[in-house]
């Protein structure tokens, strides 16, 4: 029996927790926020969503219900706005949050595999295990599959392909700073050219797709929610499925004490890091993503 417990009932929490429910991808779903009737009433409703395609339980409940469960999905928090003046300012808030809400996991899921997504995501999840204290194989940040999705389906527009037909990675920080890897793009297996100009463009755009999404309708759900389900999935099944997330780094790809995007395999056991090479441009930008990361994290309380 497979146990998933999602905090935060919110549009990306209750997303999360309807796709891995529809796919089946675990036996129980338990949702948990401190708006007891939203939880509640969002476990039932996705209940009854998957009443004819299969038995998921999808339960709400408090901190305790939580017990025994294989992966944690950690969503609380509060999104950015207006008047926040930068990323920081949003970190120091969700700091408080996710480390409140990490003490509770350490004390009744000590077992599990947790994953983080509250924002600013690669900080978050540096607080999340330093809070935890869990093997960091334990700790993961969701990011890399979403940014990934939004690289892909960005090229197959700038080359009018199929984006089955793209592979591609984005490593660093899940933010403005993130490193799209032309150097590893393959179009049906094989490699692709872009002139300067051109990789320019498609990182603007890579970089700033989420704004657009936000300005069209408030929130960005259904492809992180499909991203981390996929992570949920490798993790109970143990399919290795390799897949860029931030993970806090002890020298490797030259950097430690942060936690950013690089890519891992997924299992059972966690996240297993890989050492995958980078162009000299690409490594030049993931060590500016890496600092600007360290710099931030030295500011935060929590």
Avoid: W
């Avoid at 948990?32 to 998921?56: F, H, P, R």
Wanted: charged share 25%; hydrophobic share 40%; aromatic share 6%.
């Amino acid at each position: 029996m497979s146990k998933v417990s999602i905090i935060g009932a919110g549009r990306l929490g209750s997303t999360i927790a309807y796709t891995i429910a529809q796919r089946g991808i675990a036996d129980d779903v338990v949702i948990v926020d401190i708006l007891k009737n939203m939880a509640q009433g969002n476990a039932i409703d996705i209940s009854q969503s998957v009443a004819y395609v299969n038995d998921t339980n999808v339960v709400s409940g408090g901190y305790e219900s939580i017990s025994a469960s294989d992966v944690v999905v950690i969503t609380a928090g509060k999104p950015r706005t207006r008047g926040m003046k930068d990323r920081l300012e949003l970190a120091k808030v969700n700091a408080k949050t996710v480390s409140s809400v990490c003490k509770y996991v350490k004390k009744y899921a000590p077992n599990c595999i947790v994953i983080t997504c509250t924002n600013p995501m690669d900080m978050m999840n540096y607080v999340s295990y330093r809070t935890l204290e869990f093997d960091r194989k334990k700790v993961i940040g969701f990011g890399g599959r979403l940014d990934g999705s939004r690289f892909k389906y960005t090229l197959s527009k700038h080359l009018g392909v199929k984006m089955s037909d793209l592979s591609c990675d984005v490593v660093g920080e899940h933010g403005e700073s993130m490193v799209p890897l032309f150097s590893g793009l393959r179009l049906k297996g094989k490699k692709v050219n872009f002139s300067g100009n051109e990789k320019k463009k498609i990182l603007t755009h890579v970089r700033g797709t989420a704004l657009e999404i936000i300005t069209l309708k408030g929130i960005t759900d259904f492809a992180p929610a499909s991203g981390i389900a996929d992570m949920v999935n490798a993790i109970l099944n143990d399919t290795g499925l390799i897949v860029p997330c931030s993970i806090n780094l002890t020298g490797e790809y030259g950097h430690e004490g942060i936690s950013i995007g690089v890519p891992v395999k997924l299992g059972k056991q966690g996240a297993q890091i890989i050492d995958r090479a980078l162009s000299g441009d690409e490594k030049k930008m993931f060590d500016k993503s890496a600092e600007k990361l360290k710099t931030l994290v030295s500011k935060l309380k929590y």
